[in-house]
């Protein structure tokens, strides 16, 4: 009996019918879906346009005439304001004076003022980041379905993870430093407090997609919960969530850039008061810094991730 | 001591999966649990242990009524009353002999487990249980890497830490070949008799049933339809158990999963006791 002999009795002719019309509807309703998207789309930039007093598209070619207020006098002041050498156009102003802020080390040697506000906003992060870790772990096991010990604690965690991370770090951080003043104790609370909202959310999810027979076994020899979480669901977790702490380090240390700008210390501050006051050799210096950090940051930190989950990928198979 | 289950029922819902259950098994039997899948095997283990709570009917083992057991008392009956599984519930990313050593948790302060604080003594226990199934050159391994069969026997020396006074076992051979599923059906008798601990099984084969157990208690759709010795099991107590039309349809064979051996078909009622290596369906 081959397949070929059944192909052409009229129950298959039918369904292949019925088949071909099903995936007709199908098409028809994902390009008129496409085509509403278009047209709402459309509406809404002209919508936009309107309420600038149609003055969006006149005015998109100056968007570069606001870098060209960036441009510094000389280049090789930007080597200079980065490294925080004296530069000859130094007239006694804000503009030029490099050598402000330097932190001696000993004999000649000093950590530039932009490489050790760089610092302090890694520092910002990398604190914020730990403590959030660290107070997320726990919350994340009483927030989790399959291992919550109790269901009003899972409701009520949940809510107060969903707080945390309701806030950006920026209104927290302005909250903060109304209390406490302005410098970094008002960023490490405000992107703590953040991050831990934000990461327990990954982490309970995390933990809800476990195998659960591990835990099975642990209940089974007579372990208590604290023994089922260390034993059945840990090993399992710890990988991913050591991926995503790292992946939120990367961007609280964007977050503590733009807190400085709000007054929580370190770079922002200084990029800041910078852009303000248009002193182009320092806002080349700061912005190359940032950039050359966010993305070593990220490499660093992509690498650890790679590394971790494929630690991760070995699994039983079942 | 003495299991006894008396119009022991669990409902999911408006499904009855263990129907008023009465059993009374004493000290150091081995008892096989038979029957088609969905029959209430699982449910009925998991009771014992308290993985799943009965709906009514209560378990006495002794004098103590497990049914009523909460907090420390309940894990230290699930200590007493190990158990072992169809997918073997190791932690895979943890190595062999930490595996191991997890049968120790309600022996110990929670404190000194959760910081992986085991004292030396408990160590060469581990060792030794590795080494009564055999495994104990794969001590550092991580507990997810190794076969099947080898990960079933660590289970078994995890179950032995927990010094029990019975032993469930939920269809420990239905993932294993057909060697590796006559290793750990020997340890369980094994220990079944120098132990003199009760060592209570679903299985899924008849044969094993027969070769290993010297009772055996077949369920249907959550009651039990038959209770009794391997040479009681006829076929139309088979019938009963599995509800086929007529036991020509059923042939034991074709589920058997045994290499049979000497000790194995003395008791068996295989007609074809040489070389049956068929597989058993997932």
């Given at each position: ?43 809404s ?43 000859p ?5 804000e ?19 932009y490489?050790e ?32 010990p ?32 302005i ?42 919960w ?59 210096a ?33 | ?22 059993v ?5 039997q ?85 910081l992986n604080?085991?004292t ?42 927990q ?66 010795t ?24 074709m ?24 597989l058993?369906?997932?």
């Amino acid at each position: 009996m081959s397949l070929q002999s059944k192909a052409d009795t009229a129950s298959t002719v039918a369904i292949v019918d019925a088949w071909e019309k099903l995936a007709a509807r199908r098409r028809f309703y994902t390009i008129l879906g496409l085509a509403i998207l278009f047209a709402a789309f459309v509406a809404s930039v002209r919508f936009a346009d309107d309420s600038n007093a149609g003055h969006f598209f006149d005015r998109l070619p100056h968007l570069f005439d606001f870098l060209s207020w960036l441009i510094p006098k000389d280049w090789n002041d930007v080597w200079r304001a980065l490294l925080g050498i004296a530069s000859p156009n130094d007239q006694g102003g804000e503009e030029h004076n490099f050598t402000v802020g330097r932190v001696p080390l000993w004999g000649g040697f000093y950590i530039p003022n932009y490489i050790e506000l760089m610092i302090v906003t890694i520092n910002i992060a990398l604190i914020s980041t730990l403590v959030g870790f660290v107070v997320a772990v726990p919350l994340s096991f009483f927030a989790a379905r399959n291992l919550a010990p109790s269901n009003p604690l899972r409701i009520l965690v949940k809510r107060l993870m969903e707080f945390l991370r309701a806030f950006p770090e920026i209104v927290i951080a302005g909250l903060f430093s109304a209390v406490l003043s302005i410098g970094p104790a008002a960023a490490i609370i405000a992107i703590t407090l953040h991050t831990i909202g934000a990461v327990g959310k990954l982490f309970f999810e995390v933990i809800e997609n476990i195998d659960m027979k591990p835990d099975e076994g642990m209940t089974a020899v007579g372990g208590n919960w604290l023994e089922r979480v260390r034993f059945g669901s840990l090993p399992q977790v710890l990988p991913n969530f050591t991926s995503y702490a790292l992946l939120r380090l990367e961007i609280n240390v964007r977050a503590s850039t733009i807190i400085g700008a709000v007054g929580g210390g370190g770079i922002g501050e200084a990029l800041k008061l910078s852009i303000s006051r248009g002193f182009g050799a320092k806002t080349m210096a700061l912005v190359l810094l940032l950039f050359v950090t966010i993305v070593v940051v990220d490499q660093v930190s992509a690498a650890l991730r790679r590394r971790l989950v494929g630690e991760a990928a070995f699994v039983p198979v079942h | 001591m003495r299991l006894k289950l008396q119009d022991l029922t669990r409902q999911f819902g408006k499904k009855t999966a263990v129907d008023a259950v009465s059993v009374d098994i004493p000290s150091g039997q081995m008892v096989g649990v038979i029957g088609r899948s969905g029959a209430g095997k699982s449910t009925l283990l998991r009771m014992i242990n308290r993985l799943a709570d009965p709906t009514a009917g209560s378990i006495h083992f002794g004098d103590v009524e497990v049914s009523g057991l909460r907090g420390s008392a309940l894990r230290h009956w699930r200590r007493d009353c190990a158990m072992i599984f169809q997918q073997f519930n190791l932690v895979p990313r943890l190595d062999v002999m930490t595996n191991v050593l997890l049968g120790r948790l309600d022996h110990r302060s929670t404190l000194s487990s959760l910081l992986n604080l085991f004292t030396r003594e408990e160590r060469l226990m581990a060792i030794a249980a590795l080494e009564r199934l055999g495994i104990e050159q794969t001590a550092l391994q991580a507990a997810g890497t190794l076969s099947g069969g080898q990960q079933q026997r660590v289970a078994i020396a995890r179950a032995l830490m927990q010094r029990p006074k019975m032993l469930l076992a939920d269809e420990p051979i239905a993932s294993l070949d057909p060697l590796n599923a006559k290793i750990v059906m020997d340890s369980l008798r094994d220990i079944n008799r120098n132990e003199g601990i009760t060592v209570l099984t679903n299985l899924h084969t008849l044969d094993t049933a027969r070769s290993y157990c010297e009772r055996i208690i077949g369920m249907s759709q959550g009651r039990v339809v038959f209770d009794g010795t391997p040479d009681e099991l006829t076929s139309d107590a088979i019938h009963s158990i599995y509800g086929v039309e007529h036991a020509s349809q059923f042939d034991e064979t074709m589920t058997s999963t045994a290499i049979s051996t000497s000790g194995a078909t003395e008791m068996s009622a295989d007609p074809h006791p040489a070389g049956n290596l068929s597989l058993a369906p997932a």
